[in-house]
């Protein structure tokens, strides 16, 4: 399994951004998927998390009320949608997948790790 992180870029402040997770040759539908980030300097931390069954777990506090996490219909394909960026979320995105029911509490128990896609949010 190769996951693909993608849709970043250079973002001002306030604004929104769409990021998307596509595996290589399959679709992630019978995947758990989450979303991690990793500021310069910083540790990685767990963003979201969407489960097989399409539950929501937020890793991360600062991005509730900000970020979502969804499929697309055909369930090939999972977004984070990611509103009211500030320059704190300044990041290379991941995503990763594991084949577990619901969203781990470790972040070992996700198995594929995807590239990343950076995310800058400056004025």
């Known amino acids: 399994v190769q996951l693909q992180a993608s849709g970043g870029g250079l973002v001002q402040p306030g604004n929104s951004l769409r990021l998307s997770c596509a595996a290589s040759?399959?679709?992630?539908?019978?995947?758990?998927i989450g979303w991690f980030r990793q500021a310069p300097g910083k540790e990685r931390e767990g963003v979201l998390c969407?489960?097989?069954?399409?539950?929501?777990?937020y890793y991360a506090d600062s991005v509730k009320g900000r970020f979502t996490i969804s499929r697309d219909n055909a369930k090939i394909l999972v977004y984070l949608q990611m509103n009211s960026l500030e320059p704190e979320d300044t990041a290379v995105y991941y995503c990763?997948?594991?084949?577990?029911?619901?969203?781990?509490?470790?972040?070992?128990?996700?198995?594929?790790w995807g590239q990343g896609t950076l995310v800058t949010v400056s004025s």
């Open positions: 040759g399959f679709g992630l539908r019978y995947y758990t």
């Open positions: 969407i489960s097989r069954s399409d539950g929501r777990t």
């Open positions: 990763a997948a594991t084949a577990l029911m619901l969203c781990p509490r470790s972040f070992t128990d996700y198995t594929y």
